[in-house]
Nanobody, 125 residues
């Protein structure tokens, strides 16, 4: 099982940008897709983005398409989430997750077997 640690969260004004990072332990990082989820207060955790094992395939929630970009560096065992044009409704705890599969197609929580502790992103209006 892989261990995941997120960083890069914080407070930003609407229209600003943040870059989240997720450092993974374990030699199997490069074999599996990775994803980002988020959970706002009072809401269920929702899918944000996923990237395939080799970085070629990506998958985004409609709410973040064109604003967020997921990427990975397998040499550094790290996955990133670049968030631009942030909106107050993007405020949430963001979680990094390791998929059970190599493809970025899968986006349900049950498709991911390991989770980080989360990092808070707050967007002020």
């Amino acid at each position: 099982q892989v261990q995941l640690v997120e960083s890069g969260g914080g407070l930003v004004q609407a229209g600003g940008s943040l870059r989240l990072s997720c450092a993974a332990s374990g030699r199997t990082f490069g074999r599996y897709a990775m994803g980002w989820f988020r959970q706002a207060p009072g809401n269920e955790r929702e899918f944000v983005a996923a990237i395939s094992w080799n970085g070629v395939g990506t998958n985004y929630a409609d709410s973040v398409k064109g604003r967020f970009t997921i990427s990975r560096d397998n040499a550094k065992n790290t996955v990133y989430l670049q968030m631009n044009s942030l909106k107050p409704e993007d405020t949430a705890v963001y979680y990094c997750a390791a998929s059970r599969y190599s493809s970025s197609t899968y986006s349900r929580q049950v498709d991911f077997g390991s989770w980080g502790q989360g990092t808070q992103v707050t967007v002020s209006s």
